[in-house]
């Protein structure tokens, strides 16, 4: 059973029309293929609706709080402070160095889990508006993206502070944090093609993928580097947000472009493009028999 597709064509005489198109067996690739780029585009030149409702989201979560949205702030620096101090102890490195190698990897990786964890349920908690609203697939990729970057840049201020109250020297080559972030967002679009679709058609998958995150929370260097673990080392960079993380944190913490790690997140960021979006082109119209 196919799910109508949302794009307008012509009648019989000619004429543009707005009614659905049926699907059928002989729709060819690349139609499905155009038709979820269309999709994409479309979604994303409606930011203002969007960014409204990632915002309105994020403002009821905290209603009702005194300090609202700050807390998003608050909770990641008291969850910063507490790792520094207790783990801070068991390493031989500075404790400023340790405060900022730990500040900003934790930050490009609670980033990355909101993707992986959010990117399950895009679809899922959207089924109200998906149901109801004739409206671009996408458009719920991108608020569930923004809602993450609303997050990520209430966190960013508590590693700003840190950065300048431990005087961490910083050359211009912190300055390639922005491209890693950037591609933290294109990595973001198609995880949440891939998971967004995937999740919705087997359930259980997200579950799978919540448990998973926890365990490689401790299998990346977050908390610890790799210098601690030894001959472990090895098999741990076996992890992919190891390099992800490392693009984000190195020019920062140390001053340097890893170039290994940045051929490692772009083959990474090749294949998993491709693998997505074609999920996402053969699969956007069942999403709504999928509930």
């Not at 999740?199 to 259980?204: A, E, F």
């Amino acid at each position: 059973m196919e799910m109508h597709d949302t794009d307008s064509h012509a009648d019989a005489e000619g004429h543009p029309t707005d009614q659905p198109r049926l699907s059928h067996t002989n729709d060819s690739i690349t139609g499905l293929f155009a038709a979820a780029l269309r999709d994409l585009a479309d979604g994303f030149s409606r930011r203002e609706l969007w960014v409204a409702l990632a915002h309105d989201d994020m403002r009821q979560r905290f209603r009702r709080t005194i300090f609202g949205l700050a807390w998003l702030t608050i909770s990641y620096a008291v969850f910063v402070a507490a790792k520094v101090i207790i783990f801070g102890q068991l390493i031989s490195t500075p404790i400023e160095w340790f405060a900022v190698y730990v500040t900003i990897g934790f930050l490009g990786w609670q980033f990355m889990n909101s993707v992986v964890t959010d990117g399950c349920t895009a679809f899922i908690n959207s089924e109200n508006w998906i149901l109801g609203i004739k409206l671009p697939v996408s458009v719920f990729i991108f608020e569930s993206i923004a809602r993450d970057c609303l997050v990520f840049f209430y966190s960013a201020i508590v590693a700003l502070a840190v950065l300048l109250i431990v005087q961490h020297p910083l050359t211009l080559t912190a300055l390639m944090v922005i491209p890693a972030f950037g591609v933290y967002l294109i990595n973001a679009v198609f995880a949440h093609m891939l998971l967004g679709v995937t999740c919705m058609r087997y359930r259980d998958l997200s579950q799978l993928i919540q448990t998973l995150m926890r365990v490689l929370f401790f299998l990346t260097p977050l908390i610890w580097t790799p210098e601690q673990v030894g001959d472990l080392q090895r098999w741990l960079w076996w992890n992919p947000f190891t390099y992800f993380i490392d693009i984000f944190r190195a020019p920062i913490v140390d001053g340097v472009i890893p170039v290994h790690s940045w051929m490692i997140v772009g083959l990474m960021t090749l294949v998993l493009g491709i693998i997505a979006f074609s999920t996402f082109a053969l699969f956007r119209r069942r999403l709504a028999f999928w509930f």
